[in-house]
């Protein structure tokens, strides 16, 4: 049994930030799922940077905007109101999971008139599962539309901001009424196993987020091309990554860093910036990003906090050694010495020396470059990753689930 009709859900979609959804969605469709996705609010043009972005632009359906007609808002309703006593158990699902205050009950009445909207939608279309990603405010939603609909429900976590408050958006509860969970990591998957009961943990799976290997050229390797891609956010720890360069560019006259990616801390971060072999760039569309890889001679993420990122991926698939923070998922990608350097978050002397030692040495970049491609092949590829998925899906749908933790 093949379920075809699986919708997606996220708070936002498709994002510049977040192309490994959009990854992620090809490879189901290309496995023969029709996939309908879902966003609740509408992108901003400045996530639009490719032509993938703007081809899912066009065909996702976007929950507040068909929130806006009060007609179609009250058909929704009434729709699910012809069945009391569902409506009633997603009401007070709504009232019993909204964070403490008057303020978290308004939020998720409002989650629950959209999830009305949603669940009309996704039933009209015929859906037979629907899949969010980010458990938080768009997980809330999909817990709802589940309850007034029937249609099962199942979700990626990713942290490592929902683990920051894990009872403010219920985890225990989304994963105690998910016909699944998807984590991201193995660290990941301990993290929610915190909060959840351990009735629940066996349907706790791993599956990665993933890249496509065969869309990365291998990097050159003999220059001082330094590369960072992510948001230009506290979270990201760029302050420290520039003051690692502001130690070592002395030292190495042919520096040059790119920085991929926009945020709120970019005019502060750019005034640091000044007199730096700095480039900031702003967002870039996947294979933007895949050709600055191809020219990069090593990638850089100081993070504070992650997941389990899927830019070290990309660079690792394009043969790029790195250097970044020993955090939550990291060291499950990143091998120290085999595939890059793992330093101290918050250390610039700790990064700086990591970055020099990296930089020194060619031959060294080019032998890890050459492993992390095999390590992302194996194990981060999107295609192999979106068919254990597949797996988890199907399998839930036809009560044998895979019952192994990597299915």
Known sequence: MTLHRVAYLTGEYPRASDTFIQREVA????????????????????????????????????LLDACKSPMRL????????????????????????????????FYNLIYFAEAAVLADHLANEGIEHLHNH??????????????????????????????????????????????FVACISDFCRSQLMCFAD?????RFHVIHCGVDPVRYAAAPHDGCHVLFVGRLAGVKGVPVLLDALGRIAPDHPG???????????????????????????GYRSQEEVAQALASADLFVLPSFAEGLPVVLMEALAAGVPVVTTQIAGVPELVTPGETGWLVPPGDAAALADAMARALADPERRRVMGKQGRVVVDAEFNAATEAARLSRLITGYATGIPPRDKRP
């Not at 029709?34 to 490719?50: D, I, K, P, Q, S």
């Not at 006593?85 to 303020?103: D, E, I, S």
């Not at 405010?137 to 894990?166: D, K, N, Q, R, W």
């Open 74 to 105: 009250i058909r929704a309703h009434l729709r699910w109101m012809a069945n009391p006593a569902r409506y009633a158990r997603a009401l007070a699902l709504a009232w019993q999971t909204a964070p403490k205050g008057l303020r978290g009950r």
């Open 198 to 202: 351990p009735a629940h943990w066996g």
């Open 255 to 281: 520096l040059r860093v790119t920085l991929i990616g926009d945020g709120p801390d970019r005019a502060a971060l750019e005034r640091q910036a000044q007199g730096l072999p700095v480039t900031f760039t």
């Open 27 to 62: 490879a189901l469709r290309a496995l023969g799922h029709e996939v309908l996705t879902c966003t609740v609010r509408t992108t901003g043009a400045e996530h639009l940077v490719g032509p993938e972005q703007r081809a899912e632009h066009a065909r996702t359906f976007r």
């Open 134 to 179: 980010i458990a938080t405010s768009s997980c809330t939603v999909a817990m709802l539309a589940s309850e007034l609909s029937g249609i099962a429900y199942s979700f990626t976590i990713h942290g490592p901001g929902i683990f920051f408050e894990p009872m403010h958006w219920r985890i225990d509860e989304k994963a105690a009424r998910a016909r």
